[in-house]
């Protein structure tokens, strides 16, 4: 058997998230229905971080393990003839060693891109529209008490099903572009919206709504009915996954901002 490891882009906006649903469109149904016409037999994949409702993804990586014989050109441009024009492979070569898409994963980095203008765009889905103006350095000041090993129940979604809520966020960044305004993080792993509650979080401080102390309130109160809103989902995107190198992944290089002890295998 021999593993393949994919990168996958995807505009989440038609799809009921990643994992497979019954009578539900997700990515991971179709990627998988390509990728067995491709191996001639059936294939599962196992994907770095499952997505929600809505979400898109830049850089999502995937593995699967396959005894077709099959070039890395097959893999990628090959499969892509199989998708819907929402989901594109765009890279493929062959898991080394015990490499595995969650499990390897040191770090993942998401972006939540804010359209904020007083009216929505009648072209891009793939971002979140606040027609309030947005203070971005003030954004930015307040996530900063976000960086670090934290208890983030005020930031989960309340069905989470995950054991701790304890996560370590290696950097958080807002900045603007224009009329965009972006916010970029990184941390081992995420909870359930935890990126979606956060970007509320921080969209209220912006606009005036709530102080810059906000952040490190809630982190110190550990309750998520306290936590504000939670942003919609259209502006997030799963930008990338970092692995140690000897996987050989290419690394995006937004994971230069990573402390030393994250990047320990470098």
Request: hydrophobic share 40%; net charge positive; proline share 5%.
């Amino acid at each position: 058997m021999t593993r393949i490891v994919l990168g996958i882009e995807y505009d989440g906006s038609r799809f009921y998230g990643w994992q497979w649903q019954v009578e539900q469109r997700n990515i991971q149904h179709e990627l998988q229905q390509a990728l067995s016409k491709i191996a001639q037999h059936p294939i599962t994949v196992q994907c770095a971080g499952r997505t929600d409702t809505g979400v898109h993804a830049t850089e999502q990586v995937v593995h699967f393990d396959t005894s077709a014989i099959r070039t890395l050109d097959a893999w990628h441009r090959g499969t892509n003839t199989h998708l819907p024009p929402d989901i594109r492979v765009i890279w493929a070569q062959e898991g080394i060693g015990d490499f595995h898409a969650r499990y390897s994963a040191i770090a993942r980095f998401y972006r939540y891109v804010i359209l904020n203008r007083a009216t929505p765009s009648a072209l891009n889905r793939q971002t979140t529209w606040c027609p309030l103006p947005l203070d971005a350095e003030k954004m930015h000041q307040a996530a900063q008490s976000l960086i670090g090993q934290h208890d983030f129940t005020s930031f989960r979604a309340q069905g989470c099903q995950s054991k701790s809520p304890c996560r370590k966020m290696y950097f958080i960044d807002v900045h603007r572009v224009g009329e965009l305004v972006i916010i970029e993080l990184s941390a081992n792993a995420f909870l359930h919206h935890m990126v979606r509650n956060i970007a509320g979080v921080l969209m209220a401080i912006g606009s005036g709504k709530q102080p810059v102390s906000w952040t490190h309130e809630l982190l110190d109160l550990k309750n998520r009915k306290l936590g504000g809103v939670t942003a919609p989902s259209d502006g997030l995107h799963l930008a990338g996954v970092y692995y140690p190198p000897h996987y050989g992944i290419a690394k995006n290089p937004i994971f230069n901002k990573l402390p030393a002890d994250a990047r320990r295998f470098d």
